[in-house]
């Protein structure tokens, strides 16, 4: 398993932004980041999961969360909002990332953080709460990161199945999505014919179309070229007009653009995604309602 080792991340952040046009949520930077490899960070350092105390967690966001309101901090990024977009600035998109952070921006970063250490600890001593709680984390972070090792839990389970079991649950989750899976055809062990679900999927135009499914469990390696062309042709096989390849982990370049070429094409659901549509669909997830505080109860006097 690899380890991920404590950085820096402005710069990624900043390029991730940019070719983002200017905009984008917390999630997405961070799949940006991965898929482009900004900065040197690979797609494992983004979501490498280890396992905590209270369960499992993203190094990555430690950095992450940082990153985001350093750039605030220097005004790289509008001023954070909670639940909005991450939004660029003008000197955001023009500085000059060759020689980033300068002194200066250090100094006002570091100025910045000494700043909202005092404001903590006043707070804290008003509200009389152990001060051990974590200086880096507003709402936002809280809320964005809490998010995100929920998420790193599930894949870390997932990883744990058998391989009975998660094509079982594979099957399960793209019937949620819409997929009719055939009883007789769409239960298969890849061991036998290549794939580990078959079904029907019909859209809004009554057009029904045949679906291949296919799904793998890695934790380091991603999904390669050679795996989807083989599966492209299993899908002939099958006479499927197009496939569905789950992963826990990711997929390389090349097999991203074997994906999509040639008339079957291949939707492609790495561990992320997948982590989304289990939220989106509340696959044997129990969603907790609960309520904090905004910034209004807290402005100093």
Request: with cysteine; net charge neutral.
């Amino acid at each position: 398993m690899a380890e991920y080792k404590r950085r820096r991340v402005e710069k990624a952040i900043l390029m991730a932004l940019r070719d983002l046009g200017g905009s984008a949520s917390r999630k997405v930077i961070r799949k940006m980041i991965a898929d482009n490899q900004y900065d040197n960070l690979t797609y494992n350092d983004v979501f490498l999961t280890k396992q905590g105390k209270n369960g499992s967690y993203s190094p990555f966001m430690f950095d992450f969360n940082f990153g985001i309101r350093n750039l605030a901090s220097i005004a790289m990024v509008e001023q954070l909002q909670r639940g909005k977009d991450v939004v660029l600035t003008s000197a955001g998109m023009h500085v000059d990332l060759t020689s980033f952070p300068t002194k200066r921006q250090q100094k006002k970063m570091d100025d910045y953080w000494q700043e909202r250490s005092g404001l903590r600890k006043k707070r804290l001593a008003k509200q009389q709460i152990s001060a051990t709680s974590s200086v880096t984390a507003d709402e936002s972070d809280k809320e964005d990161t809490d998010n995100s090792n929920w998420k790193a839990e599930l894949i870390n389970q997932l990883m744990k199945f058998d391989p009975g079991k998660f094509e079982s649950f594979s099957r399960l989750l793209i019937s949620k999505m819409g997929v009719l899976i055939d009883k007789n055809r769409g239960i298969v062990r890849s061991g036998d014919h290549g794939i580990d679900g078959f079904g029907y999927f019909t859209s809004d135009e009554f057009r029904t179309s045949r679906v291949a499914i296919q799904c793998k469990r890695y934790s380091d390696n991603a999904v390669s070229e050679p795996e989807i062309d083989k599966f492209k042709g299993v899908m002939d096989g099958f006479n499927a007009e197009y496939g569905i390849f789950i992963t826990t982990s990711h997929f390389t370049s090349n097999a991203k653009q074997k994906a999509t070429q040639g008339s079957n094409t291949v939707t492609l659901i790495d561990g992320q995604a997948l982590a989304d549509l289990v939220e989106k669909y509340e696959l044997h997830i129990t969603p907790i309602t609960t309520y904090t505080l905004d910034d209004y109860y807290y402005q100093d006097n």
